[in-house]
């Protein structure tokens, strides 16, 4: 059962621009979120992440949003940037379950960014 | 400072047999953890290891199995190998008590069962 959803398997976005990534969850435990970027042969990279006693982080160009009412997170990179071109994987946490390090992903987005 | 290594980088075996999957930590980090990554899937939690004990352990069967050595570095074993376990291996390693955003990921073991 997937409790993280990423429901956007493909985005494009031209450079410059604002890409938007969004992710559903429905387990109401979560308590942390975070997102990791992925380029091919590498493993995922930390990027931001959001405690859920706040509804906004961030860090440069990258803001995530958290509505805990719509169980419902969102990645905002402004501007996009070429660079920005890979597989971004939101995650989630739930503490309470003294669930030390094990984290729930979703299937991820794939973003691409147009010069 | 090198990360989180694996090996091998990429592994094939045929149905039924035995794989065993080596990690090394982050240097200064104690705790590592596995997940598998079948295609198009996100990663999915397998089991933690700290102080050489599984710590927990996602909804995986007992053909997985693992070991943390005294230099903390990690094996992920799968016994009786299915054509579904054909997926990117993946090890996270961090410091015990610290936060989520500082587990690091290997680059992961492509495995491929035929």
């Known amino acids: 059962d997937q409790q993280v959803k990423q429901n956007s398997p493909s985005l494009s976005v031209q450079e410059g621009r604002i890409s938007i990534l969004n992710c559903d969850y429905t387990?109401?435990?979560?308590?942390?979120f975070l997102w990791y970027k992925k380029y091919p042969a590498e493993g995922p990279t930390f990027l931001i992440s959001i405690s859920s006693i706040k509804d906004k982080n961030e860090d440069g160009r990258f803001t995530v949003f958290l509505n805990k009412s719509a169980k419902h997170l969102s990645l905002h990179i402004v501007p996009s940037q070429p660079g920005d071109s890979a597989v971004y994987f939101c995650?989630?946490?739930?503490?309470?379950?003294?669930?030390?390090?094990?984290?729930?992903f979703g299937k991820g987005t794939s973003l691409l960014v147009t010069p | 400072d090198a990360g989180v290594t694996q090996s091998p980088t990429h592994l094939i075996k045929t149905r039924g047999q035995q794989v065993t999957l080596r990690c090394s930590p982050k240097?200064?980090?104690?705790?590592v953890s596995w997940y598998q990554q079948a295609l198009g899937q996100g990663p999915q939690f397998i089991f933690q290891?700290?102080?050489?004990?599984?710590?927990q352990r996602g909804n995986f069967p007992d053909r997985f199995s693992g070991h943390q050595f005294p230099n903390y570095s990690s094996e992920l074993n799968v016994n009786a190998l299915l054509l579904g376990d054909s997926a990117l291996y993946l090890c996270?390693?961090?410091?015990f008590g610290g936060g989520l955003y500082e587990q690091y990921f290997g680059p992961g073991t492509r495995l491929t069962v035929t």
């Open positions: 995650a989630a946490n739930d503490s309470g379950a003294n669930s030390g390090y094990a984290l729930n």
């Open positions: 240097s200064g980090h104690d705790t």
């Open positions: 996270a390693s961090s410091l």
């Open positions: 290891y700290y102080e050489e004990e599984e710590r």
């Open positions: 387990n109401s435990m979560f308590d942390y």
